[in-house]
Structure formats: structure tokens, C-alpha cells
């Protein structure tokens, strides 16, 4: 069956610093994964994919499939940065799966 | 901000009562979606319709309805027969089924 797994529900880092946060997903078929972002008091947007292979807002994500993770990374976190984080994977079957979501907050 | 809409912003509901939950897109999108969404997990799929006139079970569809009877808009009726309705109601629409989704405001359900 398919699993988003984000292991961490709370996550503090100082401005400056790097953030990871974890995401680790089951599924047998190929996995197409997002990282969704929601800010205070605006709705659920996505922030990356991973075929786009982009870096938005300095945030990159690298698909894993040995390791079964698409863990979402910045090098030097902002204030700004604050929020809520949901890792998904979309299923051939038309399903996007969330996790459960990490909660990060930069500290100034 | 605009694109997808949901309304009301808060709805109440009385125990036994059917209530309506709205979501409206100008995207031109083909595929919508309604999501759940409760304290400490995840968001969860109830609904989701590719095209006009057809839609399909989600992981949670039991005590809900929808229709698809107009590409723009995909309402959900949360029946008495959802005995844990309270919770964060959330639209979605993307332009295919593998595409990217985008989210409306959400409509936070609460029982009375």
C-alpha cells in the first residue's frame, strides 16, 4: 500500500542555518512526488515537483529511490520560510497522498 | 488569490442535517478534488471527478456525496450518515489527472 511518512511534526532551525525536512514514501509502482507549502493564513500551495527538478524559494528536492525519500532541503533557512510543509505522492491511480505534514519554524 | 473558490468560510451543521459545501473554479481545469483534513494527519481524498458528469470514491467517500454537473464547479453534501464530519474541508482542481493540483481556502465544518 502506498505511505507518505514525514517523521518530524515540529521542526526549529535559526535563520542562517540549513533545513531539511524528511519525507519518506511507499510505493510499488513510479513515484511522482510534490512538497506543498502553506503559509499563515493562505491556502495549500505546491512548491516543487520533482520531475521539474527546479529550485523554488531556494528549497530543492532530490527523488531517492533506494532510499525511498524525497527529503526537501535549503541551505540557509529565512524568516519568511515559516510554515507548513506536506510531502505527497501522486499514484497512477489518480490519488495524491499527503503526509502528515512538518511544521517549520525559522527562528530570527 | 482567486482561481478556486470555496465558500462558506465556516459552516455549521446540526446533528442529522445534510449541509453543502461549495467549490468553484475559473482555471478551465478538467479535474477536481475534495480532500479532508484533521488535526495531526494528513490530507485525505473523499472524492475526486476527471471530467464533467463522472466521479470516483476517494479513500473516505462513506457520508458524502458530490455531482459534477458543470466543468467549474464540484460541490460536497456531508450527509448524517458522516458520523465525525467536524473537520477542514479542502477543494482542489488541476487541468489533468496528473497534473499539478491547486488548493482552495478550505471550508472548516463544525458540528452543533
Known amino acids: 500500500a502506498q505511505r507518505v511518512t514525514q517523521p518530524e511534526k515540529l521542526l526549529s532551525v535559526f535563520k542562517g542555518a540549513p533545513v531539511e525536512l524528511k519525507c519518506n514514501y511507499s510505493?510499488?509502482?513510479?513515484?511522482?512526488l510534490f512538497w506543498y507549502v502553506q503559509y499563515s493564513r493562505q491556502r495549500l500551495q505546491l512548491l516543487l515537483r520533482?520531475?521539474s527538478r527546479e529550485s523554488i524559494k531556494g528549497f530543492t528536492a532530490d527523488l531517492n529511490k533506494g532510499e525511498t525519500s524525497f527529503h526537501l532541503k535549503k541551505p540557509f533557512a529565512q524568516e519568511e520560510d515559516s510554515a507548513m510543509y506536506y510531502c505527497a505522492l501522486l499514484t497512477g491511480a489518480n490519488n495524491l497522498f499527503f503526509g502528515t505534514g512538518t511544521r517549520l519554524t525559522v527562528i530570527p | 488569490d482567486g482561481g478556486i473558490t470555496q465558500s462558506p468560510k465556516y459552516l455549521f451543521r446540526k446533528e442529522g442535517q445534510n449541509v453543502t459545501l461549495s467549490c468553484e473554479q475559473n482555471l478551465n481545469h478538467d479535474a477536481m478534488y475534495w480532500y479532508r483534513q484533521d488535526p495531526g494527519q494528513g490530507l485525505r481524498l473523499i472524492y475526486y471527478?476527471?471530467?464533467?458528469?463522472?466521479?470516483q470514491k476517494g479513500d473516505i467517500a462513506e457520508g458524502y456525496s458530490v455531482s459534477r454537473e458543470k466543468k467549474e464547479s464540484f460541490p460536497l453534501t456531508v450527509t448524517s450518515a458522516q458520523k465525525n464530519p467536524t473537520a477542514f474541508y479542502l477543494c482542489a482542481s488541476s487541468m489533468g489527472s496528473l497534473e499539478t493540483q491547486y488548493f482552495g481556502p478550505g471550508t472548516r465544518l463544525l458540528v452543533l
Open positions: 520533482h520531475i
Open positions: 471527478s476527471q471530467i464533467v458528469n463522472d466521479f
Open positions: 510505493y510499488s509502482g513510479s513515484p511522482e
